[in-house]
């Protein structure tokens, strides 16, 4: 059997080999390409097919098995779901061809609600990142956009073990699916984990099992949040954010970061969205002061705070910081966090810690969703290796990593770069953010320059408001704008330093090349356009 799978084009969108070919059987399963009861080659010939090592193919197909879209028999081999002898559905009785040419046919159009619309255009405006694109033929792509923590760093060979482990005792054992709010022996174990290392004093029964934080940030706004309310958000901020609020119909205050974080105001608003262990994308932390002054804001207007804590497992110096939630007296303060960014980020599992009042209806808006918890056997497997003292062993070593990476990237953009970029200082997370330090309009000749070099950066004002948005609406690359100070954001997690190191010279080989830094190194340096 030949299987034609786009994986080469999802490779690129995604970086990860396992998740590109899964992603590309699952879409060959539900366009019909792959009807049910289709066998599927075995793991040695598909890896074979696409160049990939065996255990690439098997973390593909269970991944595919733990969907729902294949079933796999000892001896017997892996098969689409749905039974050898299940009738054959109209889309899966044509022939690729005709799948393709139905897919290209026009379709009726839904008249969709007000949310729908909302969705679907503030995903059209944000999501979109025309600017990050490579010229044709830079097969050697480095890129220091944020991507969470690299496949190399994360024990993927135990974690596979753990997550089989528990599929089959699910198997044998024929157990009822736990509720909603998620594996019990996990939310025990995040519990007693935020007691010791977040100051939090929380019961199992406060914390619902989210698929990721942005689950969580996504039900809370559609929970607190309609037309004629208004939320308060960070500027910059997470994307996902802004859509979650934007969707609801609610007015939105962006409200201004500097070196400390959010800068307290006494908004007339009903919900606030906070990053204030680290503030995201620029990694500022929120002084006491300022935590306090949300607290005390919060109860004056009968507010919620959402605090998002995204990305404080990865700590380089400094005690950790406490969060919001810790100080909350009232019951006013959702803590949101997330194991995607310790671990991976296919690894969709998040929390929210509630206040009593709002636990019933998170709980029922996520069942609504999703009546039983997605990824039981991850969240058994997670809470086993947490209990078994596995993760913070694999906290330990990435976080000597990551150290020793955002040291040498942070030593290069001081350095060798250190007259373009002005770094922010941090104590954690897995990015830098930048300034730009001198005209604004070679900014973007700079990000040209190193696209044809096949190196790239984030750009910060995706995550800001209102410019980015109206750079999208007028088709213009974001890089290229001029009115503002620019800011770029430099992930390091998924590189190892000979990648930083090569990054990083490229990067000098462009401004060199443009003349926006002196040839033969940072010790001769001197920009030409101070």
């Given at each position: 059997?030949?299987?034609?799978?786009?994986?080469?084009?999802?490779?690129?969108?995604?970086?990860?080999?396992?998740?590109?070919?899964?992603?590309?059987?699952?879409?060959a399963?539900?366009?019909g390409?792959?009807p049910?009861?289709?066998?599927?080659?075995?793991?040695?010939?598909?890896?074979?097919m696409?160049?990939?090592?065996r255990?690439?193919?098997?973390?593909?197909?269970?991944?595919?098995?733990?969907?729902?879209y294949?079933?796999?028999?000892?001896?017997?081999?892996?098969?689409?779901?749905g039974?050898?002898?299940?009738?054959r559905?109209?889309?899966?009785?044509?022939t690729?061809?005709?799948?393709?040419?139905?897919?290209?046919?026009p379709s009726?159009?839904?008249?969709?609600?007000?949310w729908?619309r909302?969705?679907?255009?503030?995903?059209?405006?944000?999501m979109?990142?025309?600017?990050?694109?490579?010229?044709?033929g830079?097969a050697d792509?480095?890129?220091?956009?944020?991507?969470?923590?690299?496949?190399?760093?994360?024990?993927?060979?135990?974690?596979?073990?753990?997550?089989?482990n528990?599929?089959?005792?699910?198997?044998?054992?024929?157990?009822?699916?736990?509720?909603?709010?998620?594996?019990?022996?996990?939310?025990?174990q995040i519990?007693?984990?935020?007691?010791?290392?977040?100051?939090?004093?929380?019961?199992?029964?406060?914390?619902?099992?989210?698929?990721?934080?942005?689950?969580?940030?996504?039900?809370?706004?559609?929970?607190?949040?309609?037309?004629?309310?208004?939320?308060?958000?960070?500027?910059?901020?997470?994307?996902?954010?802004?859509?979650?609020?934007?969707s609801?119909?609610?007015?939105?205050?962006?409200?201004?970061?500097?070196?400390?974080?959010?800068?307290?105001?006494?908004?007339?608003?009903?919900l606030?969205?906070?990053?204030?262990?680290r503030?995201?994308?620029?990694?500022?932390?929120?002084?006491?002061?300022?935590?306090?002054?949300l607290?005390?804001?919060?109860?004056?207007?009968?507010?919620?705070?959402?605090?998002?804590?995204?990305d404080?497992?990865?700590?380089?110096?400094?005690?950790?910081?406490?969060?919001l939630?810790?100080?909350?007296?009232?019951?006013?303060?959702?803590y949101?966090g997330?194991?995607?960014?310790?671990?991976?980020?296919?690894?969709?599992?998040g929390?929210?810690?509630?206040?009593p009042?709002?636990?019933?209806?998170?709980?029922?808006?996520?069942?609504?969703?999703?009546?039983?918890?997605?990824?039981?056997?991850?969240?058994?497997a997670?809470?086993?290796?947490?209990?078994?003292?596995?993760?913070?062993?694999?906290?330990?070593?990435?976080?000597r990593?990551?150290?020793?990476?955002?040291?040498?990237?942070?030593?290069?953009?001081?350095?060798?770069?250190?007259?373009?970029?002005e770094?922010v200082?941090?104590?954690?997370?897995?990015?830098l953010y930048?300034?730009?330090?001198?005209?604004?309009?070679?900014?973007g000749?700079?990000?040209?320059?190193?696209?044809?070099l096949?190196?790239?950066w984030?750009?910060?004002?995706?995550?800001?408001?209102?410019e980015?948005?109206?750079?999208?609406?007028?088709?213009?690359?974001?890089?290229?704008?001029?009115?503002k100070?620019?800011?770029?954001?430099?992930?390091?997690?998924?590189?190892?330093e000979?990648?930083?190191?090569?990054?990083l010279?490229r990067?000098?080989?462009?401004?060199?090349?443009l003349?926006?830094l002196?040839p033969?190194?940072?010790?001769?340096?001197?920009s030409?356009?101070?």
């Amino acid at each position: 059997m030949t299987l034609q799978l786009p994986y080469e084009r999802l490779l690129q969108e995604c970086g990860s080999k396992h998740i590109a070919l899964y992603r590309a059987l699952r879409e060959a399963i539900a366009s019909g390409l792959l009807p049910p009861g289709q066998r599927l080659p075995s793991t040695r010939r598909l890896a074979a097919m696409y160049g990939l090592s065996r255990g690439s193919a098997s973390l593909a197909y269970e991944l595919l098995a733990a969907e729902g879209y294949v079933r796999a028999g000892v001896g017997q081999g892996t098969f689409v779901a749905g039974g050898r002898q299940a009738p054959r559905t109209e889309l899966a009785a044509r022939t690729p061809g005709e799948v393709r040419a139905a897919a290209a046919a026009p379709s009726a159009q839904p008249q969709l609600s007000a949310w729908g619309r909302r969705v679907t255009e503030q995903a059209d405006h944000r999501m979109s990142d025309s600017a990050h694109k490579l010229e044709p033929g830079c097969a050697d792509t480095i890129s220091f956009e944020p991507r969470g923590i690299g496949e190399r760093w994360f024990p993927w060979m135990e974690w596979r073990s753990r997550v089989a482990n528990q599929w089959k005792r699910i198997r044998e054992r024929h157990e009822t699916p736990a509720d909603a709010d998620g594996s019990l022996e996990l939310r025990a174990q995040i519990a007693a984990r935020l007691r010791r290392e977040r100051g939090i004093v929380c019961r199992p029964e406060d914390i619902v099992v989210t698929g990721g934080s942005m689950q969580a940030i996504a039900l809370l706004a559609q929970l607190l949040l309609e037309e004629e309310r208004t939320a308060v958000v960070e500027n910059p901020c997470y994307q996902g954010t802004r859509i979650a609020v934007s969707s609801t119909g609610a007015k939105m205050i962006q409200a201004a970061v500097d070196g400390e974080g959010i800068v307290p105001r006494d908004w007339a608003a009903s919900l606030l969205f906070v990053t204030p262990t680290r503030q995201f994308p620029t990694g500022a932390v929120l002084k006491l002061e300022r935590r306090l002054e949300l607290l005390s804001w919060a109860s004056r207007r009968k507010a919620w705070i959402v605090e998002d804590d995204y990305d404080s497992d990865f700590r380089w110096g400094g005690r950790p910081i406490e969060p919001l939630k810790s100080l909350d007296r009232e019951g006013r303060v959702v803590y949101v966090g997330s194991f995607s960014r310790s671990m991976r980020s296919e690894v969709r599992i998040g929390y929210a810690v509630l206040p009593p009042s709002l636990r019933e209806p998170f709980i029922r808006a996520k069942r609504l969703h999703n009546p039983y918890p997605e990824s039981i056997a991850e969240q058994r497997a997670l809470a086993e290796w947490m209990a078994e003292g596995g993760y913070d062993r694999h906290l330990r070593r990435a976080t000597r990593v990551f150290h020793r990476l955002q040291d040498r990237l942070r030593s290069g953009l001081n350095g060798e770069l250190g007259e373009l970029f002005e770094t922010v200082p941090s104590d954690a997370g897995l990015s830098l953010y930048t300034y730009w330090k001198i005209a604004p309009e070679l900014y973007g000749l700079l990000a040209s320059k190193c696209r044809e070099l096949g190196v790239m950066w984030g750009d910060g004002q995706r995550y800001e408001a209102d410019e980015a948005i109206e750079a999208n609406e007028a088709n213009e690359d974001p890089f290229k704008r001029t009115d503002k100070r620019r800011s770029a954001v430099f992930g390091f997690a998924h590189m190892d330093e000979a990648q930083i190191e090569e990054g990083l010279a490229r990067i000098r080989r462009a401004a060199e090349s443009l003349g926006l830094l002196a040839p033969g190194g940072a010790e001769q340096g001197g920009s030409t356009h101070a």
